[in-house]
T-cell receptor
Framework: GQNIDQPTEMTATEGAIVQINCTYQ??????LFWYQQHAGEAPTFLSY??LDGLEEKGRFSSFLSRSKGYSYLLLKELQMKDSASYLC??????????WGAGTKLIIKP | GAVVSQHPSRVICKSGTSVKIECRSL??????MFWYRQFPKKSLMLMAT?????????EQGVEKDKFLINHASLTLSTLTVTSAHPEDSSFYIC????????????FGPGTRLTVT
């Protein structure tokens, strides 16, 4: 079956760095996405990786290793507004998005 | 950036009634829209893929006659929950495929449905 694994919850301190991991097992691979979702709101797009390596976008970076079925989202200089759930999603061979359950990130002052 | 709206944002209805949720792409044409359902603290569950001018493609386990989807124009898709029951209470989110990059998907703000 298809599976996306990410930690349920993480806690970090304002100003620090946090890395949210995502491992996947899917039938085929056509890209990996990271979304941010605040409570009660719809997800917003953060990043897209289809080739191995690191994609940097401001305070957020996303890394992909296709051979390991692994990605991480790196958040630097954490701000209180970064408290949210972070969803990892993989597009499979049928171009369907397979979603992880999300990682709730709690930022403490 | 691309904007997708949903209406209503919250709705409370009585068991047995039907509810229509609208999803609009405001500044781009969306040939493909997706409808998701999300339970509290759970992942997004794709319900159906809606293509303009054709019948929606439903995921396994999603009742076509209960969740009616219409994508009559390039900017509007609707989801009608027919004969709603309390177990249909959920957060329903639509998204539209980006017009430029096919990996982009823009989400509406979601609709919180509560069936009493």
């Amino acid at each position: 079956g298809q599976n996306i694994d990410q930690p349920t919850e993480m806690t970090a301190t304002e100003g620090a760095i946090v890395q949210i991991n995502c491992t996947y097992q899917t039938s085929g691979f056509n890209g990996l996405f990271w979304y941010q979702q605040h409570a009660g709101e719809a997800p917003t797009f953060l990043s897209y990786n289809v080739l191995d390596g690191l994609e940097e976008k401001g305070r957020f970076s996303s890394f992909l290793s296709r051979s390991k079925g692994y990605s991480y989202l790196l958040l630097k200089e954490l701000q209180m507004k970064d408290s949210a759930s972070y969803l990892c999603a993989v597009r499979d061979s049928n171009y369907q998005l397979i979603w992880g359950a999300g990682t709730k990130l709690i930022i403490k002052p | 950036g691309a904007v997708v709206s949903q209406h209503p944002s919250r709705v409370i209805c009585k068991s047995g009634t039907s509810v229509k949720i609208e999803c609009r792409s405001l500044d781009f044409q969306a040939t493909t829209m997706f409808w998701y359902r999300q339970f509290p603290k759970k992942s997004l569950m794709l319900m159906a893929t809606s293509n303009e001018g054709s019948k929606a493609t439903y995921e396994q386990g999603v009742e076509k006659d209960k969740f009616l989807i219409n994508h009559a124009s390039l900017t509007l898709s609707t989801l009608t929950v027919t004969s709603a029951h309390p177990e249909d209470s959920s957060f329903y989110i639509c998204s539209a495929k980006g017009a430029v990059y096919d990996y982009e998907q823009y989400f509406g703000p979601g609709t919180r449905l509560t069936v009493t």
